[in-house]
């Protein structure tokens, strides 16, 4: 339980030092794209290739990486038919692709980091 505290008091301080950056300019529209650019191409295949690395491995190791595959593309699938049935009243085709996206994978990059 203490982890996940942890974990989620990171995710607010990081949520927090954004949200000021924003505000005082010292990001703008231009860097944020260029952030999120740098962490999808090189900070996140980096954290893949350090978790390959660094890890021990075992047969216990690889069921359980298994499992946890089958459950997280479980969990995508169900969350995608829930995002599919949450924007049929929408009318804007495009809104709608871009609003199931986002509930689908919100949170997905943030995983890696914490």
């Keep these: 339980m203490r982890g996940l505290i942890e974990t989620v008091a990171l995710m607010f301080v990081y949520l927090a030092v954004g949200f000021i950056a924003r505000k005082t ?3 703008t529209d231009t860097s944020s794209k260029s ?3 740098t962490i999808l191409c090189v900070t996140q295949p980096f954290m893949l290739v350090n978790a390959i690395m660094t ?3 075992s047969e ?3 069921k359980s990486f298994g499992i946890v595959l089958i459950i997280g593309i479980i969990v ?3 969350g995608a038919v829930i995002a599919m049935l949450s ?3 929408m ?3 495009e809104e709608r692709r871009i609003s199931e996206v986002a509930m689908v994978f919100a949170n ?3 995983d890696g980091l914490t």
């Design 91 to 93: 009318k804007d085709q």
């Design 76 to 78: 995508h699938a169900v």
């Design 87 to 89: 924007v049929l009243w």
């Design 55 to 57: 890890n021990e491995y």
């Design 25 to 27: 300019g010292l990001i």
């Design 35 to 37: 952030l999120s650019k």
């Design 60 to 62: 216990e190791k690889l």
């Design 108 to 110: 997905c990059g943030l």
